[in-house]
């Protein structure tokens, strides 16, 4: 295949199903997704009925595994990027929400350079310019804004592509090909063109409706823009700081979530621990139980290196287990059912336990005694017990899976619940089997290693030790904290990327509420000026211009909180121990908004305060 295929996920090698004996024969065992093209002309609903006809019909005729089996059709990219939509909606509505601002800002600006310069395109109307010529000018300069300002962003847009690319997880769909092409450069100049042209129409309508004679009898700083202006001014920082409450949130939220999700007990430790995935060749049972030595004579090797504490092994390391299936306790029945409860299957060597911290709550870890030519045991952990074993000691009982078999085995141990599909989720119910009892899932191992100091200072050692005993087995190095992290990894992408975008937004906010409030007192300082001579002080104007600024941020926070209210309850489903409408975030939303509002006004105020009266008043 080429090299950017990639189908599941990203495999590398494909091998026929009659290579292996993966157990197809099995109607209990639903390991598999059937894919399949539909021909031309039949929709996806008439595809899901026939096969809801098959479906019923496979349940009739097989009873015993079918009973409750049914069959949903998807489409191939639904599935892919099902996990991630929500997540890259949320990435374009942030987007969208930021440019809103920055033309918001924008508009903002050239309302205020038009209003500035009413004096100079009046004397311009005066000498014969029309009033088309200098609505198209004042379009034109905005333009070419648009067009430096479109080609610096392209450049760090594929400074910033790579960088999103580095920050996401690694199980997003189609990761690699992320990255700026032509439909992209092309819809960022038309959205950049398009949303200077919308928000540089304004200003320049403005200019339609000032009294050229008015403007050429004022000076250049009484100059206003009059009351439509004003209020359009208000409007776009009112809009603004309303939608920076929209997005800081949303970020509020999925920071409080994240940092919830950090702080849920796994029910084991992390903390320098080196995972040594091996895998060792095996073909039939007689191999894999002479692949197990493999493990068998490591593990002591490993247990003398200087600086280890302790060393297992598991078939899987712990947060990101992929096999499971149903079991049954004391006996079988006479029928196997699909209904069965359902618990996490895993395979490790004696010691593990105690070198990811997985507490022992009653009977006795795994030992050297359990081979595969002794008793078949087993060890569950309380979740099973509470499920199989409500108010019953579970020790001595016998439980079956159908890992490799259905053999009985005899409980002798209980461990604590470990959150093998994440923090985010429950624990499990999970049943551990030693290594040696079943040699054939025990042939590709993790190798865990505890070590007193930073795990990655063994590595070398650990390798040398498993090229010296076979040269033939390919080992993958990582530690636990890695691994862990990959379950946190879409929503600490998410939260980072909000909380950028959050970030911006309150920058440009901040930018908006300044610029308005440096013309707003650019505008009025005369009368503040005036003020002042008839007694006013510096802490009287600092107050008005203050109240002014709060007044703007308050009506803004109003409508923001209105807005996050209501969009922020797609949220739920990324959120963690956090509500949509939790009170302390939108108390730190309010809190931080008024303040970014009153920094941003601080500087204007404090030139305000410094009016000169006299001056101020030569231009009365």
């Given at each position: ?207 339609l409706r000032a009294d050229l004679n008015t403007a050429l009898k004022q000076s250049v700083q009484r100059t206003g ?396």
């Open positions: 295949m080429p090299l950017g295929f990639r189908f599941p996920d990203k495999t590398d090698i494909w091998i026929p199903e009659d290579a292996f004996e993966l157990g197809s024969a099995s109607r209990s065992a639903h390991n598999y997704k059937v894919v399949g093209r539909l021909r031309t002309g039949v929709t996806l609903e008439q595809a899901q009925a026939q096969m809801k006809t098959i479906g019923a019909r496979l349940e009739q005729k097989y009873p015993d595994s079918n009973t409750g089996q049914g069959v949903a059709v998807t489409r191939l990219r639904d599935q892919m990027v099902s996990d991630f939509r929500l997540t890259l909606y949320l990435m374009l509505a942030a987007v969208g929400v930021v440019l809103l601002i920055a033309c918001a800002n924008l508009a903002n600006m050239l309302l205020a350079k038009a209003v500035g310069r009413a004096r100079e395109i009046a004397i311009r109307a005066a000498v014969g310019a029309g009033r088309v010529r200098i609505v198209r000018q004042l379009i034109t300069e905005s333009v070419v804004l648009a067009l430096v300002a479109g080609a610096l962003g392209v450049v760090l847009a594929f400074w910033g592509s790579r960088a999103l690319v580095a920050l996401a997880p690694a199980d997003v769909p189609r990761l690699a090909e992320a990255g700026i092409d032509g439909r992209v450069l092309l819809f960022a100049l038309s959205v950049s063109l398009a949303a200077s042209l919308l928000f540089g129409l304004a200003p320049a309508l403005q200019v823009g009059g009351s439509l202006a004003d209020r359009m001014r208000q409007a776009l920082v009112v809009a603004e700081i309303a939608l920076s409450v929209i997005l800081v949130a949303g970020a509020g939220l999925l920071i409080k979530s994240f940092v919830a999700l950090q702080n849920v007990s796994l029910g084991f430790q992390t903390e320098r621990v080196l995972v040594v995935e091996a895998s060792v060749p095996a073909s039939d049972l007689e191999s894999a139980r002479h692949a197990t030595r493999f493990y068998k004579d490591l593990l002591p090797q490993l247990r003398a290196v200087p600086g280890v504490l302790s060393a297992g092994a598991i078939g899987v390391a712990p947060g990101n287990t992929r096999s499971d299936g149903g079991y049954y306790i004391d006996h079988l029945p006479a029928t196997f059912s699909v209904s069965a409860p359902n618990a996490v299957f895993s395979v490790l060597a004696p010691d593990t336990f105690a070198t990811v911290g997985i507490s022992l709550r009653g009977g006795r870890d795994f030992n050297e005694r359990d081979t595969f030519d002794a008793p078949f045991v087993a060890i569950i952990n309380e979740a099973l017990a509470r499920q199989a074993f409500p108010n019953q000691d579970p020790l001595g009982h016998s439980i079956f899976c159908g890992l490799d078999s259905m053999n009985p085995m005899k409980i002798v141990g209980i461990v604590g619940d470990t959150r093998q599909y994440g923090p985010a989720q429950e624990p499990s119910p999970e049943i551990y089997m030693p290594y040696e009892q079943h040699p054939q899932p025990a042939t590709d191992l993790s190798v865990l290693v505890r070590t007193s100091a930073q795990s990655a200072t063994i590595s070398p050692a650990v390798r040398e030790i498993i090229h010296d005993l076979s040269a033939e087995v390919p080992v993958k190095f990582t530690t636990m904290e890695a691994v862990t992290s990959e379950n946190v990894a879409a929503p600490r992408f998410r939260t980072l990327l909000l909380g950028i975008f959050a970030a911006l937004a309150m920058i440009l906010a901040l930018v908006g509420v300044y610029g308005v409030m440096s013309y707003v007192v650019g505008q009025r300082s005369n009368e503040i000026g005036l003020r002042m001579a008839l007694g006013a002080t510096q802490g009287d104007v600092l107050r008005l211009v203050l109240r002014q600024t709060l007044l703007l941020a308050g009506l803004g926070i109003v409508i923001g909180l209105a807005g996050a209210a209501a969009i922020t309850q797609f949220l739920t489903s990324m959120l963690f121990g956090v509500k949509p409408s939790d009170p302390t975030t939108y108390a730190a939303v309010i809190c931080l908004l008024v303040f970014v509002a009153l920094i941003a006004s601080y500087l204007p105020a404090r030139r305000a305060m410094r009016v000169d009266p006299m001056i101020a008043l030569r231009y009365e």
